[in-house]
């Protein structure tokens, strides 16, 4: 039989003490924005440079930003333990902020994405629940995915859609990338625009960690993306100073230049190409599994994914390896970038067993094997 989530029960709860005349979906959004108040008083969220214990005192996660070298820190970031008041769930957001208003836009993301995401799936529990059955044949896993794949992409619509009417922001050459995971019992939910990334670390038959790449960077010279670009009379092209640095422009205008092809804002490129849709993928959890990296690209432009995963495994314990990661990049930019103005680095750590059942001690091996991306 299935079941539904107790997250029904606490919006169930709060929209009853209500005397609201609202709509449904505007009831919904209030009640999502009251459990991420609730969330906030019980220092469930965290959007600050910490690390997350369970109740049980295990090290969970840790997260951590830096600002660069270039003006104010345009990333943020969010990591929400027992999301939507469920035990099993965690979710975690990275966002890198671009253009004049790029910090206030990254911002604004991170705080409307959790609730809207609450609220989405909520609506798709509901219609879903109307075709369950209880045929041999019916495929709980994909209904699963379906169901989230559908909130994501709702969602991330919705966020969009709300940042256009915003009348204090100014969204025309500003917008922000966002990289989000929901970890739900064994089941990793990922959905993602931009060029942030996700990588999980594993075990291989030796013992060794592989990083195994979660996310596509949506960069505009990607043939699909390229193309649709094209399509929509955008341009895809390097500057002669910026030697394979690809950016989209618009059809008869020498700027903005955006290097990403997918992104919450910027809605002077909407028209030629850029979409806010994301990339959702499922990712079952096994035992060999050890965590998760979620960071922006102001880690993947100096560190691989083999690098990130040995530093993180490395790290003299888990409260501090979204720092570790963080400090091992800047110092990268140093040494492999000299003469160019370090990015904002931002990274977030999911480990998914406790320490009793999976210590770092003694390190494991490094990985044998290369990269790939795996998605279901």
């Given amino acids: 039989m299935v079941l539904l989530p107790t997250f029904l029960d606490g919006l169930a709860k709060t929209i009853s003490t209500k005397k609201a005349k609202n709509c449904p979906s505007d009831v919904g959004r209030e009640a999502a924005n009251t459990l991420v108040k609730e969330a906030r008083r019980n220092e469930s969220i965290l959007s600050s440079t910490a690390a997350v214990k369970t109740s049980k005192s295990t090290r969970l996660a840790s997260a951590c930003s830096k600002r660069g070298r270039k ?9 929400w333990e027992e999301f939507g008041c469920q035990e099993d769930m965690t979710f975690c957001g990275v966002f890198d902020g671009h253009g004049p208003w790029g910090h206030v836009v990254a911002k604004r993301v991170r705080e409307l994405l959790p609730s809207f995401l609450l609220c ?8 879903g629940s109307q075709d369950w059955s209880f045929e041999m044949e019916f495929d709980v896993n994909l209904q ?13 619509a919705a966020v969009d ?12 050459c500003s917008g922000t990338t966002a990289s989000t995971i ?18 999980l670390a594993t075990s291989s038959d030796d013992g060794s960690l592989v990083p195994l790449q979660l ?27 910026e030697p394979g640095l690809y950016r989209v422009w618009r059809p008869n205008d020498e700027a903005p230049g955006l290097a990403v092809s997918r992104a919450f804002g910027d809605y002077c490129l909407k028209d030629f190409g850029l979409i806010s849709v994301p990339y959702v993928t499922q990712q079952k959890i096994t035992s060999r599994d050890q965590f998760v990296i979620l960071a922006s690209d102001g880690v ?58 999976d210590p770092f001690d003694p390190p494991l091996k490094a990985p044998t094997r290369g990269v790939g991306v795996k998605t279901s």
């Fill in 144 to 156: 699963h995915f379906d169901i989230w794949k559908q909130s994501f992409l709702k969602t991330y």
């Fill in 215 to 241: 996310t596509i960077d949506f960069k505009p010279n990607l043939p699909q993306e390229a193309e649709r670009i094209k399509q929509s009379k955008g341009r895809v092209l390097c500057l002669h100073d």
């Fill in 71 to 79: 003006g104010i820190n345009q990333d943020c970031f969010i990591l």
């Fill in 182 to 199: 929901v970890k739900q019992g064994e089941n990793l939910l990922i959905a993602n625009i931009g060029d942030s990334r996700a990588v």
């Fill in 120 to 127: 989405k799936w909520q609506e798709a529990l509901g219609l």
């Fill in 300 to 357: 993947w432009d100096v560190i691989t994914n083999h690098e990130a995963v040995q530093i993180v495994s490395a790290a003299p314990d888990r409260e501090s390896s979204a720092k570790t990661l963080v400090e091992c990049a800047a110092r990268a930019w140093k040494l492999k970038r000299r003469g160019i103005a370090m990015d904002d680095i931002s990274a977030i750590c999911l480990f998914f067993h406790t320490m009793e059942t």
């Fill in 161 to 172: 859609q709300e940042l256009k009417l915003h009348r204090s922001i100014d969204t025309f």
